[in-house]
């Protein structure tokens, strides 16, 4: 590194903890490059992914609502960003790489499928005999081979510490073909504060936007909460407050105080983590426990916020619905690519069948919901404007 970029890289980094990632100290890229002349390399991670192909689809893949359900419910897109406000913020209170943490929470779903989670279901059955599909691996292929937009090399060449926070998961299996990256799973070792960070805030923001949507669809209703200790608690104060509180403004006040409620403790509690096992180093967080979490008072109320969840609204028989749509459309897709493959784009087809299964799940994963559904009418429907 340059001396001018050392000491720019010095200057960010000067009020970080010592267990924290330091982009002058990452563990590189696939691809050796130049250091950047403005920015650290996190930074520089950071933008690559908000310019990516991938990143813009977010916009039109749906959490839980289908894209053509209404303008108002969360995408990948916005979940993405909540993602990145939450985690930025434990990450500034627990002094910790902010530039690292918001590149992760920007490129955690970048690989998702269309239609949420019945799109994935819907795909890894269709690529079991294949290898299966997980989308955190679908979302570090995305940025290791799929992005084409650098002449020198494939994907957005992130750095290590950026692609370690995205793959959230892996199997064994998968981690020994993954080299480095796939040590920790196969090791018990920990990810970075800062990947431990994006995870836990990524849980935070879509209990509490899943919450919000379900109670805009109508698909939830306030009474049904009152069974749920962390939403009563909030929702009685917020009407205490304000007795003259009413509709989604009260919605909003009881949301906002839970997720004050969830990063205030999370702060706490990893903070205490932090003191009791005092990490000197990021090589000393990874040989520790995890010590991003909530107090266990905290992390009990949340879990029965997200069963409830589970009940209520990813199980209600109108998401249920969607969904069944949904899975019969990715099969679709992936069983007709199968018969055929000279139906798909020149670019995912190829010569040896044995790599055609996983060019197919490429193609169907990088699709936004409406052009999923425009896919399949295209192939099954017998119009003249298709």
Not at 102 to 112: M, N, R, V, W
Not at 289 to 317: D, I, M
């Amino acid at each position: 590194m340059g001396g001018a970029s050392a000491q720019r890289a010095a200057a960010l980094e000067a009020g970080l903890a010592p267990y924290a990632a330091r982009a002058s100290e990452t563990r590189g890229r696939r691809y050796p490059e130049p250091p950047p002349a403005a920015r650290s390399e996190f930074q520089r991670d950071r933008d690559r992914i908000v310019h990516s192909t991938a990143f813009r689809r977010l916009e039109y893949k749906t959490q839980v609502f289908v894209n053509h359900e209404g303008d108002l419910f969360r995408t990948r897109l916005t979940h993405s960003l909540e993602v990145a406000q939450i985690a930025r913020s434990v990450a500034r209170n627990l002094r910790v790489n902010e530039d690292l943490v918001e590149a992760i929470s920007l490129a955690h779903d970048l690989g998702h499928t269309p239609f949420g989670h019945a799109g994935q279901d819907a795909l890894n059955d269709c690529m079991r005999e294949h290898g299966g599909f997980e989308h955190n691996l679908q979302s570090l292929a995305v940025v290791d081979e799929l992005e084409e937009h650098y002449g020198a090399f494939n994907g957005l060449n992130l750095c290590f510490e950026t692609r370690e926070g995205i793959l959230k998961h892996c199997s064994r299996e998968n981690a020994r073909r993954l080299g480095d990256l796939g040590e920790r799973f196969l090791l018990g070792r920990q990810p970075s504060i800062e990947a431990q960070i994006a995870n836990i805030a990524d849980e935070i923001a879509y209990n509490n936007h899943d919450v919000d949507d379900g109670l805009r669809s109508g698909l939830l209703a306030i009474e049904q909460l009152a069974e749920v200790e962390l939403w009563q608690t909030h929702y009685e104060a917020a009407c205490a407050d304000f007795p003259r509180i009413e509709g989604r403004r009260l919605v909003h006040e009881t949301v906002r105080r839970i997720i004050n409620t969830l990063v205030v403790d999370l702060i706490e509690e990893t903070s205490r983590n932090l003191a009791r096992h005092a990490p000197r180093s990021l090589d000393e967080v990874r040989a520790a426990p995890p010590l991003v979490a909530h107090s266990a008072g905290v992390a009990a109320q949340a879990a029965a916020l997200k069963r409830f969840l589970y009940r209520n609204l990813y199980r209600h028989y109108r998401v249920m619905r969607m969904a069944n749509k949904a899975q019969r459309v990715v099969k679709g897709l992936f069983e007709a690519f199968s018969d055929d493959s000279r139906l798909l784009p020149p670019a995912y087809q190829s010569p040896d069948a044995s790599a055609q299964p996983r060019l197919i799940a490429h193609y169907i994963a990088g699709m936004t919901d409406r052009y999923a559904l425009k896919e399949y009418r295209r192939l099954f429907v017998v119009s003249d404007d298709v």
